[in-house]
């Protein structure tokens, strides 16, 4: 009974001494050169010029909702459309219900103004 466990444990043991080996390869063979510029906090090619703890816009989480939202439907149209044809039409109907909420979202997403940007 144990012996159909032996392909997993073996397969955990050669990962893991893979995994290991090659930390142990990076740290050996590694270019060993700390200057002040590496250890300098650098952030889309210029120094940082505020704290890190800096407050963000609420329009930041706005737009990634709003993406996440409309990039969430493609994956509930994809699939509808490819076995569009097999559903009939009340999955259409359910379809344009779905769509239809989302364009009303939308809409009241444009008219509150959390699509512009200053």
Same mark, same amino acid.
């Given at each position: 009974?144990?012996?159909? @466990? &032996?392909?997993?444990? $073996? *397969? ?5 001494? /893979? ?5 142990? +390869? ?34 930041? @989480? &706005?737009?990634?909702? $709003? *993406? ?5 439907? /493609? ?5 509808? +459309? ?37």
């Amino acid at each position: 009974m144990l012996g159909e @466990y &032996l392909p997993v444990l $073996l *397969f955990l043991i050669v990962s893991g001494g /893979i995994g290991v080996a090659l930390l142990i +390869a990076g740290a050996l063979l590694s270019p060993k050169k700390p200057s002040a510029e590496k250890f300098a906090p650098y952030e889309c090619g210029f120094e940082a010029f505020e704290d890190a703890r800096m407050k963000f816009d609420v329009r930041y @989480y &706005l737009f990634a909702i $709003l *993406f996440i939202v409309f990039d969430l439907e /493609i994956a509930f149209v994809f699939p509808w +459309a490819v076995v569009f044809r097999d559903l009939g039409v009340f999955a259409l109907v359910e379809m344009g219900i779905f769509l239809g909420l989302l364009v009303l979202g939308f809409a009241y997403a444009w008219k509150k103004g959390a699509l512009e940007w200053e």
